[in-house]
């Protein structure tokens, strides 16, 4: 065999050999992009659902921020200040649903509350006193509210039920001291005494007397 011929045939077996790479090289590259371009094309599945009693919300240092837990009688999702104490409560159970709202020391200012009979309560609690400085309650009976000094003693109440409306002043002692209602006005000496009085059309002859029976007692010295 000659030289020039054996050249050729390294020529064309070497000719062969690259056409076979260069296919294979493309049947690889279409597959790559098919497999790129399916998985652009496909949607991210919808995440599982988790299951748990209790979860927690940290920030970028670690610490809690956040809760949502539950147990057999009820569930509470709790915002925490800084400093871990609670800043705002929302609780469900099972006597009432609830909010909770506190200051950034953690303490409670103001509640709102619907238990399961019918009764709703708002209340706000008056800065470094553990009493409630305005309160409002409304249940099937009527609606009254009251504003209470810092010792938690009722001032001032108003209210309207079945019997009407009325609005009552009291001294620190929790003495009514003047009464406004639709029977009439009625004011009292220290003593709990009635020191001056005015009726309204809706009392009876006999209501009349005993409130004038009553102001004509002799009032003891005050």
Not at 11 to 34: D, I
Not at 71 to 77: G, M, Q, R, V
Not at 103 to 116: F, Q, V
């Amino acid at each position: 065999m000659s030289v020039e011929a054996t050249v050729e045939e390294r020529f064309a077996r070497l000719e062969r050999s690259n056409k076979r790479l260069k296919a294979g090289v493309l049947a690889f590259g279409t597959l790559l992009t098919a497999v790129v371009i399916i998985g652009a094309a496909a949607p991210t599945p919808a995440p599982k659902t988790l299951v748990a009693t209790r979860f927690l919300l940290v920030d970028a240092t670690g610490k809690t921020r956040a809760e949502l837990s539950a147990n057999d009688k009820s569930t509470a999702l709790q915002l925490l200040n800084l400093d871990g104490s609670r800043a705002w409560v929302l609780a469900a159970g099972s006597s009432g649903n609830g909010l909770i709202l506190s200051d950034t020391s953690g303490k409670t200012r103001a509640n709102l509350i619907a238990s399961g009979d019918g009764t709703a309560n708002f209340a706000m609690m008056k800065e470094g006193s553990p009493h409630e400085a305005f309160y409002v309650t409304d249940n099937p009976q009527g609606t009254a509210l009251a504003i209470r000094d810092p010792n938690g003693t009722d001032r001032i109440d108003l209210g309207y039920s079945a019997k009407g409306a009325s609005l009552a002043v009291a001294d620190g002692n929790g003495t009514v001291r003047a009464m406004v209602a639709e029977e009439g006005d009625v004011t009292f000496k220290q003593g709990g005494q009635i020191d001056w009085a005015s009726f309204g059309e809706n009392l009876t002859p006999e209501e009349r007397k005993h409130v004038m029976d009553l102001i004509n007692q002799t009032t003891p010295p005050q």
